[in-house]
Every structure is written in C-alpha cells, then in structure tokens.
Nanobody, 124 residues
Framework: QVQLVESGGGLVQAGGSLRLSCAAS????????MAWFRQAPGKEREFVAA????????YYADSVKGRFTISRDNAKNAVYLQMNSLKPEDTARYYC?????????????????WGKGTLVTVSS
C-alpha cells in the first residue's frame, strides 16, 4: 500500500512558477514509478510527467515539455513537480500517482495508487 498526499497548489499569474510536492507513505516507495496527472474542469484526467524508481528515466507530455520538471527524493519519500512559465491552460487539479511498473503509455488506468490532488489556478 502506498498513500499519497499532494501539496503546493495555489493561484499564480501567467508566466509564474509553482512547485508541487507529493509525500508518500508505505513500504517500497523507492521501487515505484511516480507520475503526475492533471484534470481541468470538464475535461478528462491527463498525463503530465513520470519518473522511474531510480530517477534515471523521465517522460513528459508534449504540452509541458521544457516548462515542467519532475523529480523525486527516495530518502524523503517524495516526488516533486516544478512548474515554470505557467499558462492559463495549465489550470487543473494535479494528482500524484504511483505504480510498480514503468509504462510505455501513461494512462489513468495504468496507475495503482492516487492522491486526492492539489488545485492549481493560473490567471491571465
């Protein structure tokens, strides 16, 4: 079992930055692939970024590539999402997710554990 709790969301102006954190508890966190997803109002949840257990492999959605950075600290049981150059279209609830496996295709159905999310609002 892995429990995930996100934090760091808030209101920011376009062009600004936010850093989201996800605190994990439970055994074997360091063996899990970790990912961030987001869900905008009225839209389906979508993949944002993922990092494998060692940190050696990283994958980003095209929409955030070059602006967002995912990182993890296995000693602290934490994963982070640094978001720069934010746009109004980045407004969404951001979810942390964990799965024992690295995937070729990151979908909601592929992830075993989820947090409850943290809300990010980007004003224009």
């Amino acid at each position: 079992q892995v429990q995930l709790v996100e934090s760091g969301g808030g209101l920011v102006q376009a062009g600004g930055s936010l850093r989201l954190s996800c605190a994990a508890s439970g055994r074997s966190f360091s063996s899990y692939a970790m990912a961030w997803f987001r869900q905008a109002p009225g839209k389906e949840r979508e993949f944002v970024a993922a990092k494998n257990w060692s940190g050696a492999s990283t994958y980003y959605a095209d929409s955030v590539k070059g602006r967002f950075t995912i990182s993890r600290d296995n000693a602290k049981n934490a994963v982070y999402l640094q978001m720069n150059s934010l746009k109004p279209e980045d407004t969404a609830r951001y979810y942390c997710a964990a799965d024992p496996y690295w995937h070729d295709h990151w979908s909601v159905d592929a992830m075993e554990y989820w947090g409850k999310g943290t809300l990010v609002t980007v004003s224009s």
